[in-house]
């Protein structure tokens, strides 16, 4: 028959009846729950900043489709002029005077023109300052990202630190989600 295996029971019943390092799980659980709570804030945050960017840079299509819109029209004035021009180019040619209205027209044309050209300029410049603020917020967004992402792993070091109940990982965890946690606030600060 085989050997009894000798088991010291006395250090058995100490080790269930005490678990060991219970102030070091209780930190590395509350460090863990904030963590998880700024995580789940900085996360809102980029979510709500690219949100803001699509919506301008959406906006700005929209203005260079009315940019585009205003230069096309333009042009159409600026050929209605042109042969107003050439017709009465026509007319001057063959020796006759042309129609009463064909210079006034070819006046209001350029006019006309001026007009729209600063309308188009107009919307090409507003489209530059939409697109450039969903730009700042893009970049906004990638900051507040990486955060959440820092905080992230922080997090799961915090649950292999409660696991292995090892202080290093824990001090680790707290790094990270610190790094995380600046990041967060100099974005927001911005």
Known sequence: MPEELEVD???LRETI???PSGSLLRNIALTTALLAALGAVAALRAGDTVNEALVLKTEAGRLQS???DQWAYYQAKGIKGS???ASQAVWLAAGKTPP???EQSIQRYASEQHAIEEAAREKERERDEK???ADHLLARHRRFANSVAL???SIALGAVAA???NRAIWLGSITLGAVGAVIFFLTLAR
């Open 9 to 11: 029971s006395d250090r």
């Open 17 to 19: 009846a005490e678990p």
């Open 66 to 68: 009315e940019a585009s």
């Open 83 to 85: 042969v107003q021009e």
């Open 100 to 102: 009463a209205g064909a």
């Open 131 to 133: 697109s450039a603020e």
């Open 151 to 153: 905080i992230q792993v």
């Open 163 to 165: 696991l292995t109940r």
